[in-house]
């Protein structure tokens, strides 16, 4: 009876020194190639920036509807014919990048930035964001960004601006 208690208790101790997985990742893999990702976007190479998608990834634009989803072709189209609006552009050097693994084993990469250009019409616009990335085997499958779209709107439109003064 004495060497059961023994036995047991011995399990007990080996049992609560196990540790957790860890699920918080300052730096990883998926993290780096997100880094690059953003890079290639900044430098306008669309190729690279384009490889570390899923063929069927889907991203979101201020919403996580299905129905509004782009495809990753669109999505490039769109960065493409943003970034020809600018004269520059560049996402902060503090941006934070942070991955976690959720208990059913998905991998999502966080990303916070300040993105900032100037218009060519000179408009200056900077614009804090927020992306999260589900990767699945090595690549992006959904994106959502999360960002307040009037500052870019209104450099496209200045107009508007103009015409909300003279209604007051």
Request: charged share 20%; net charge negative.
């Amino acid at each position: 009876m004495k060497n059961l208690f023994s036995l047991f208790a011995l399990g007990l101790i080996l049992f609560s020194c196990q540790t957790a997985p860890k699920q918080y990742f300052a730096n990883s893999p998926e993290i780096e190639m997100i880094k690059k990702a953003n890079a290639a976007y900044v430098s306008g190479d669309w190729n690279a920036m384009r490889s570390v998608y899923a063929d069927t990834a889907k991203i979101y634009h201020n919403t996580w509807d299905a129905e509004v989803a782009l495809n990753v072709d669109d999505f490039i189209k769109g960065m493409q014919t943003t970034a020809a609006n600018y004269n520059t552009y560049k996402l902060s050097d503090d941006a934070v990048y942070e991955m976690i693994v959720t208990d059913e084993g998905q991998k999502w990469v966080h990303n916070w930035f300040l993105w900032s250009g100037t218009h060519k019409n000179g408009v200056e616009v900077k614009i804090p964001v927020n992306i999260s990335f589900l990767i699945v085997d090595n690549k992006v499958a959904m994106q959502v960004n999360m960002f307040n779209a009037l500052p870019g709107y209104l450099a496209e439109n200045p107009a508007s601006i103009v015409s909300a003064e003279t209604e007051k």
